[in-house]
């Protein structure tokens, strides 16, 4: 099993705590149905606050699945560090936002893409991954203005 590094919320389910992704939100959003995927929480874990994201060391299964349990929490490195403040351009353009979003292969097992307009800077597109993709490889995928359109964060990274 490899060993990564996820900032995840750690969130009750059926009485047991598991590690969400964080979907590209600081605060977690209560909802019925847990990501595409998670991570089962060892139980000397110590489970804390669900609305605080957690940087935490997952190891993960050797294949994953389509949908389902990636691996365990195995360690708690304490809260994530707040998102950086993007002073990025954002597209304003619906159909450029789209087309983008489109283009994301199956290939970046993306366990969600969601858009939301944020007032007064247009809109904000969002790309989750479970693993990270090169820049590289998003530039080929998505064009030169990616960075303009749509966000794009892994879930998991080698630690």
Do not use: K, N
């Not at 935490?56 to 707040?82: C, K, M, N, T, Y």
């Not at 789209?98 to 969002?126: H, I, K, S």
């Amino acid at each position: 099993m490899a060993l990564m590094r996820a900032d995840v919320f750690l969130v009750r389910r059926a009485g047991i705590v598991v590690a969400e992704p964080t979907g590209g939100a600081d605060r977690y959003l209560l909802s019925p149905d847990p990501q595409r995927w998670w991570a089962d929480v060892d139980p000397q874990v110590t489970a804390v606050a669900a609305d605080d994201r957690h940087t935490v060391e997952v190891e993960v299964v050797e294949a994953f699945p389509e949908h389902g349990r990636i691996g365990r929490v195995v360690r708690s490195l304490g809260r994530a560090a707040p998102p950086a403040a993007s002073e990025r351009i954002r597209s304003f353009d619906i159909d450029e936002v789209f087309d983008c979003l489109d283009r994301v292969p199956d290939a970046w097992l993306p366990y969600e893409v969601r858009v939301a307009e944020v007032p007064g800077a247009g809109l904000d597109a969002f790309v989750g991954t479970l693993l990270p993709v090169s820049t590289h490889e998003i530039r080929e995928v998505l064009g030169t203005r990616w960075r303009d359109v749509v966000r794009v964060e892994p879930w998991l990274m080698p630690s």
